[in-house]
Nanobody, 127 residues
Framework: QVQPVESGGGLVQAGGSLRLSCAAS????????MGWFRQAPGKEREFVAA????????GYADSVKGRFTISRDNAKNTVYLQMNSLKPEDTAVYYC????????????????????WGQGTQVTVSS
């Protein structure tokens, strides 16, 4: 099993930055990919970014490409989401999730392919 725990959410003005962290315990952190998703009120959960087990491969939703950066530190069992140039439409609960498929699998953008989820952290961007 894997237990992800997010932190770093908060209230920020449009144009500002936040860095989310997700610490995972349980199974060896460097053996699986990680992803970030978000869910705004009344909307479906959507993919934000994903990173391979080694950190060498990343993927982003078009809506955040060029503004958000996903990274990981396997020595600290932590994945990060650096969010810059935030917009009000980025307001949502952000979740990190672990994808336990084999290491050579392609990164997934589908929430149903992720196996373990954190409790989420609220990000609110004011205009």
């Amino acid at each position: 099993q894997v237990q992800p725990v997010e932190s770093g959410g908060g209230l920020v003005q449009a144009g500002g930055s936040l860095r989310l962290s997700c610490a995972a315990s349980g199974r060896t952190f460097s053996s699986y990919a990680m992803g970030w998703f978000r869910q705004a009120p009344g909307k479906e959960r959507e993919f934000v970014a994903a990173i391979s087990w080694s950190g060498s491969t990343t993927g982003y939703a078009d809506s955040v490409k060029g503004r958000f950066t996903i990274s990981r530190d396997n020595a600290k069992n932590t994945v990060y989401l650096q969010m810059n140039s935030l917009k009000p439409e980025d307001t949502a609960v952000y979740y990190c999730a672990a994808d336990l498929k084999p290491r050579n699998s392609i990164l997934s953008m589908s929430y149903y392919e992720y196996d373990y989820w954190g409790q989420g952290t609220q990000v609110t961007v004011s205009s």
